[in-house]
């Protein structure tokens, strides 16, 4: 078995590891939009909920009312403090991600290159055996036909 022969095979498993990181990485991305979507919609919630409070405020909200009010707000910063948090770790998980896949990426082509110069090696060899052959048996038959 040729040397890039070896290396295709090599290649092969490299490439399926490329495919797996892409895949890793395809996931976090959704993972990421998931998360980043969701803080959107709590942004909007938050901004609808700040209306009704001002409404209610200009309208004279009773201060059990008020406090509800404070109540719900106050949740509702936590699950923007949460989710930003989850957004965060989504972000680091998507550059880790990335970077497993880049260096999966760039393995597989400095493979590729590898047995690019190692085929074109080979066939160099090949045909300078070939040449070689050829030559040797030219000077056999020459030699034959000088003895004869």
């Known amino acids: 078995m ?3 022969n ?3 095979q090599l290649l092969e498993i490299e490439q399926r590891h490329e495919e797996q990181a892409g895949e890793i990485l395809q996931n976090c991305k959704h993972s990421y939009q998931l998360a980043s979507d969701m803080l959107e919609q ?3 919630h938050k901004e609808r909920y700040m209306s009704k409070l001002t409404r209610s405020r200009s309208v004279g909200a009773t201060p059990e009312e008020m406090r509800n009010f404070a109540k719900f707000l106050s949740s509702i910063e936590e699950a923007l403090q949460q989710q930003q948090r989850q957004i965060d770790a989504a972000s ?12 999966k990426h760039q ?3 400095s493979l ?5 110069r190692h085929q074109k090696k080979e066939a160099d060899d090949r045909r300078k055996t070939a040449e070689r052959r050829l030559d040797e048996s030219f000077s056999t038959r020459l030699h034959q036909s000088d003895a004869t």
């Open 2 to 4: 040729t040397q890039s």
């Open 6 to 8: 070896r290396l295709m």
């Open 42 to 44: 709590l942004v909007e």
């Open 92 to 103: 680091r998980d998507l550059e880790k991600s990335r970077m497993n896949w880049q260096a």
């Open 107 to 109: 393995r597989c082509s």
């Open 112 to 116: 590729s290159k590898l047995i690019s």
